[in-house]
């Protein structure tokens, strides 16, 4: 390898380290307790496997996404071991937990039509690695009218971030057909 490659390996590696050490105590919520941190290395496998995307900024980006949001770490600090542009990548993709639910969930139907390339390519990542989590399994404490709401609030979301990456929203709609008219019936 050259040593481009090395440093890209590395970069990814260490970012890919933080974020296991940052999600090290949590989980998803299906019936299995799945680590948490499979959800990020899961959106970036999704970005290079199925949608092509091999810039590393945004690789980077989609391992740390969910860290500021659900972890202790901050965007100075994202910013200090990853750089500027990682970290207003991250600053877009993170919700503001002081807000209320339905306000976040609002946001992030308008700030996709918004945000950056490189987001919303994390963004339709992140909501495709979801959805098919959702269709597979509805995690505890999740109504069926909880499920439909949230495939609806994603296709909005998704509407948004039209023009991206034609592969992954081309999955995300066939996700959102079969379950939308699944929940809808």
Not at 62 to 84: M, N, P, Q, S, W
Not at 101 to 119: D, F, G, M
């Amino acid at each position: 390898m050259s040593n481009r490659d090395d440093s890209i390996v590395a970069a990814i590696i260490k970012c890919a380290n933080f974020a296991a050490i940052k999600h090290a105590n949590q989980r998803r919520k299906d019936s299995e307790k799945t680590p948490y941190i499979n959800h990020p290395i899961g959106v970036a496998n999704i970005l290079t496997d199925e949608g092509h995307v091999y810039d590393l900024d945004v690789i980077q980006a989609a391992l740390l996404h969910d860290t500021v949001e659900d972890t202790d770490t901050t965007l100075d600090e994202i910013e200090r071991h990853f750089g500027k542009t990682i970290r207003t990548i991250v600053d877009e993709v993170t919700d503001d937990k002081n807000l209320p639910k339905a306000e976040r969930k609002r946001l992030q139907v308008v700030h996709a039509k918004t945000s950056s390339h490189n987001a919303k390519l994390v963004k339709l990542a992140d909501k495709l690695y979801n959805l098919r989590d959702l269709e597979r399994e509805t995690p505890e404490g999740w109504t069926p009218e909880r499920v439909k709401e949230y495939f609806l609030w994603a296709r909005d979301v998704v509407g948004n971030l039209r023009g991206t990456n034609d592969v992954l929203e081309q999955k995300l709609d066939e996700v959102l057909e079969r379950n939308i008219h699944k929940n809808t019936l």
